[in-house]
């Protein structure tokens, strides 16, 4: 019997690199951002220095409400970036 084989073989990328590549891409800086989510500017910094992990729920809502980039596409464009 055949194992189906998974669609995706790598693992997703990490929050803080997911954060980091949105609001680069978007040309935010870190205290706008923050400001825009209502969080203090050292944990946007901390969540992409990786220093703490950011809830899913949080990189969901920064990327798709404060950037206003769907989370999807932000993760192939981050996968092909980093292939480049």
Do not use: C, H
């Not at 669609?7 to 400001?35: D, H, M, N, Y």
């Not at 946007?44 to 992990?53: M, Q, S």
């Not at 899913?56 to 596409?73: G, K, P, Q």
């Amino acid at each position: 019997m055949l194992m189906s084989q998974p669609l995706v073989s790598e693992r997703a990328p990490l929050g803080a690199a997911i954060l980091r590549f949105a609001r680069k891409s978007r040309g935010f800086t870190q205290a706008e951002s923050a400001a825009s989510y209502g969080i203090e500017e050292r944990t946007l910094r901390r969540w992409e220095n990786n220093e703490y992990n950011p809830k899913w729920n949080d990189v969901i809502a920064l990327v798709e409400d404060v950037y206003l980039m769907d989370i999807v596409n932000v993760i192939v464009g981050l996968r092909t970036s980093s292939a480049a």
